[in-house]
Structure formats: C-alpha cells, structure tokens
C-alpha cells in the first residue's frame, strides 16, 4: 500500500501551497487512476488534468511512468487534513509528487499571444514531415540539451493527430552561460524570460496553450523514480500541442530562433515527458 501524500513532518516544507503534480506508474491492466482521483476528491481536492505517459522525449531513455496529474485542493486547511488523514492505493508501482508555486504569465499576454495565431496558421502551412538526420541536425543548431536518435525516430513515427501534452521539468543553472561570458543574469533569466517567453508564443501562435507553469523544488515523496526525472527541480511547464508533430514547426515561428541562445545559456538540464489523454 503506498502513501500518496508525505508525512506531518512535512508540512512545513509546503508552505501553504494547494497545487501538487504527480508522476505515476500504476500496475498493469485496465488502470485509469480513476480510484486515485477518486479518494483525491474525498479529500477536496480537484484532479485538474490526467495525463497518460506516452514516452521520455528528453532525457534518460527509459520509460519509467504511465500517467501524471495535476491535483488542487480547496485551501490548505483541506491538504493538513487529507495528510492527517492519509490517501494510499494499492495501485501504485513508483511515485514522485511535488507542491507547485503556479507562475502563469498574465492572462493579456496569453490573449495577444493567441491574436497572432493566423500568423502561425500561414507560416506552418504546407510543412513536410522531416526525417531523423533533419531533425539532428535542427537540434544541434540550437545546442545544449537535446534528445537521442532513438528519441527523435520515435517521436517521428507518432503521427496521431489528437493533441499532445508535453511535460518540462525544468532546471537551470544559477548564472547563465553565454557564449561570450559578458552577461551576468541568472540561469532563470535567461531561460524563463528571455527564451521562454518567445518559446510560449510560438507555441500559441501553432494553436497550442499553456497548461501549468510553476516552481517546484524537492519532491514531497519519491518511491522508485526513474533515472529521467529523479531528484529535485526548480520549475515545470505543461504545454498542450495540437498535435505531436507540431512540436518540430517552432523553428519557423518569428523570434524563436533568436531565443534559442538563452535557452541554451539558462538551461543546466530538462526532462520532457510526451503525454496524451484518454478520450473514452
């Protein structure tokens, strides 16, 4: 039987926060989570999205989660209880959970990003499927952390056309690293502001959305975590993309090339996790 919530002695470390993403691997069969969502919302908390866990895109290789959550309770009074309480499943193979800061950006700045969408509509008309060196070659133009052959050849042969949700653990270093050496802003800076703003719009601009930024930390509990997410992260972005494929059409989005330099400056490590939901 395994604990989904940490222990009393870790109250403090959530610092009244009310949002918590989870990574599961939930034993095999016909397992929706639906009992775990379940006994969340004994608890007043609302599961916000469940995602099934397709494969790592970047990252260790190996698989290690079936699906994730988003889960908000009510107010903190709700999270001290459902600890007290507890909320177990026998379900469960491996966990990791964290207590998120959510960061959104404001929400006129998500609706001018969303004017510009006809822009991207004509710029990413009539694009060719790339194949697995083109596609290299893309990611070692823009450096830093990239995925494997491996991982581009599978992500190539996914070519299901309902929307795809792409899930960024996020660290970065503590000063950036520029080429030049000249610039002295922070790792977050560079990656959060000066890349991450013009990678969100390109991603608006395709007809995707955002789902959940936020700042994390350590996680609340940990049992059996793969090799690609384990540990501590400062941040995490959920992207909803209209289809996998689009995640290869960034490139031609205004600006987003002239970003990738701070992406590469701010960004010590990532994990992407691609997922998808069960339209049943």
Not at 19 to 33: A, C, E, S
Not at 125 to 150: D, H, Y
Not at 201 to 214: E, F, K, T, V
Request: with cysteine; net charge positive; hydrophobic share 40%.
């Amino acid at each position: 039987m395994q604990q989904l919530l940490p222990n009393r002695e870790a109250l403090s470390t959530i610092e009244n926060k009310t949002l918590f993403f989870y990574f599961f691997k939930l034993k095999k069969g016909d397992n929706n989570g639906a009992l775990i969502q379940k006994q969340f919302a004994q608890h007043q908390a609302k599961c916000l999205h469940w995602f099934n866990c397709e494969y790592t895109f970047i990252g260790d290789e190996t698989d290690g989660w079936t699906h994730a959550a988003i889960f908000e309770f009510s107010n903190f009074s709700a999270v001290k209880q459902a600890i007290q309480k507890g909320i177990n499943s026998e379900e469960v193979e491996a966990l990791q959970a964290f207590a998120v800061r959510p960061t959104t950006p404001p929400k006129f700045i998500l609706f001018l990003f969303k004017l510009l969408r006809p822009i991207g509509t004509l710029l990413n008309r009539g694009a060719k499927k790339l194949t697995v060196s083109e596609v290299l070659e893309m990611f070692e133009s823009e450096g830093g952390i990239a995925p494997t052959k491996n991982q581009i050849t599978r992500h190539l042969q996914n070519t299901r056309t309902s929307k795809a949700y792409m899930i960024n653990l996020l660290q970065s270093y503590p000063k950036a690293k520029y080429e030049k050496g000249n610039d002295s802003v922070s790792g977050a800076t560079a990656y959060y502001k000066r890349y991450g703003l013009p990678a969100l719009r390109s991603l608006i601009m395709q007809g995707g959305d955002l789902i959940l930024a936020g700042r994390m930390g350590e996680p609340i509990i940990e049992v059996n975590a793969p090799k690609a997410t384990k540990g501590s992260w400062e941040g995490i972005g959920i992207m909803e993309y209209p289809n996998p494929s689009i995640l290869f059409s960034l490139e031609k989005m205004p600006g987003y090339k002239k970003a990738l330099k701070h992406r590469d400056a701010g960004l010590e490590r990532t994990a992407l996790i691609i997922s998808k939901k069960d339209l049943s």
